[in-house]
């Protein structure tokens, strides 16, 4: 492998005028809205700021998912699942002829996406669409849906029963984990803990049912619901006062992020950062070659000093690892905007 000298390349790059930003695509939250024929995929910062529709004329979405491997966003909804790429652009149909799809998990490193079905229970399928399968069945209405694929498990809240479950991921072993009504969940899988959204009150407990806590009371309806565990933040929509908030893990600071939309029914974060962006300033450019080279050679001092950053920022090739191998890559990132 020929390794190029990083100061040429700085100079290469001001001559080109690609000094400043080669790429840019931020941090974002990705929503559906399921009302009076506004039928959407949705997104914004982190912060609320830059709400945009990324694809319009959907029929009914009710569940939501990100790929950041493969920079996609899937979504359920009128006997579909369907996805596009994450500025909405190549919209896809993975599976159709389904009867009431919900809720929507991603498990990356497998490859297979689940979901809960009203009707049919919990099924599950390659990301592509293919070897569908009915992993749980027998249900009375399966609406979330969450992964822990380290633990070899699924869980779902069932709205009717009033149970949240799980099951390994082939659908075996059933075993109920909470008797509470709930709506959205998510997992907080370092600190071991299951979140969920019940009407008026956002609550939470450990991965085995004890120890339940309420988080955030006075709500209409939250529904959706997802963590961003590095922030210390979860965020949620409520379908009546058509919004979108913020909170801590622990419920305090409940903030108000985006207003005015249209029954808000499912949330997604994409969290890993933009590809080469070694800084985290949300851009990929010269400023980015030291902060590279740092997380290569010593990751631990990389993010003392970037905490708020990734290592696999400079993952290139998609192999999971920051290695020598991303380094030509990267500069072909920098020089020509080509970027993951």
Same mark, same amino acid.
């Given at each position: 492998?020929?390794?190029?000298? @990083?100061?040429t ?18 941090q974002?939250?990705?929503? #559906? ?15 609320g700021a ?8 959907l ?47 991603? =498990? ?33 209405? @399966? ?5 822990? @694929? ?19 991921? #082939?659908?075996? #072993? ?17 600190a ?24 955030v ?34 419920g ?15 949330i ?8 080469g =962006? ?38 290139m090739?998609?192999d ?21």
């Open positions: 492998m020929k390794l190029r000298n @990083p100061n390349l700085v100079a290469t790059l001001i001559v080109l005028g690609l000094g400043g930003s080669a790429a840019a695509f931020g974002k939250m990705y929503w #559906n809205s399921n009302g009076n024929g506004l039928d959407e995929i949705q997104r914004a910062d982190l912060n830059n709400v945009e529709i990324i694809v319009p004329g029929n009914a979405p009710q569940g939501i998912a990100i790929d950041d491997r493969a920079r996609q966003v899937y979504w359920t909804g009128g006997g579909l699942i369907e996805r596009s790429d994450l500025d909405g652009a190549n919209v896809q149909t993975v599976l159709s002829g389904l009867t009431l799809p919900r809720g929507i998990a991603l =498990d990356l490193d497998n490859r297979k996406m689940y979901w809960a079905d009203t009707i049919d229970g919990i099924l599950r399928a390659d990301m592509n669409g293919a070897n569908v399968q009915v992993i749980v069945g027998g249900l009375q209405a @399966p609406t979330g849906v969450a992964l822990d @694929p380290g633990a070899d498990k699924v869980y779902w809240s069932d709205l009717n029963a009033d149970l949240i479950q799980r099951a390994d991921l #082939n659908g075996a #072993n059933v075993e109920t984990v909470l008797a509470v009504n709930a709506n959205g969940i998510a997992l907080d899988l370092g071991g803990m299951i979140y969920w959204t019940v009407g008026s009150t956002i609550q939470r407990a450990d991965l085995n049912g004890q120890n339940i806590e309420t988080l009371r006075g709500l209409t309806w939250a529904r959706g619901l997802a963590l961003d565990i590095r922030a210390g933040h979860m965020v949620w929509v409520d379908i009546i006062e058509n919004t979108i908030q913020r909170a801590d893990l622990n305090a600071n409940v903030t108000p992020l985006v207003s005015g939309l249209d029954a808000p029914l499912g997604a974060l994409h969290l890993s950062g933009l590809k =962006d070694m800084n985290c300033d949300n851009t990929v450019n010269g400023a980015d070659i030291d902060p590279f080279f740092l997380a290569l050679g010593d990751p631990a001092a990389y993010l003392l000093q970037f905490p708020n950053c990734d290592v696999l920022n400079g993952d090739n998609g999971n690892t920051l290695n020598g191998a991303d380094i030509d890559p990267f500069f072909d990132c920098l020089g020509t905007g080509n970027c993951p």
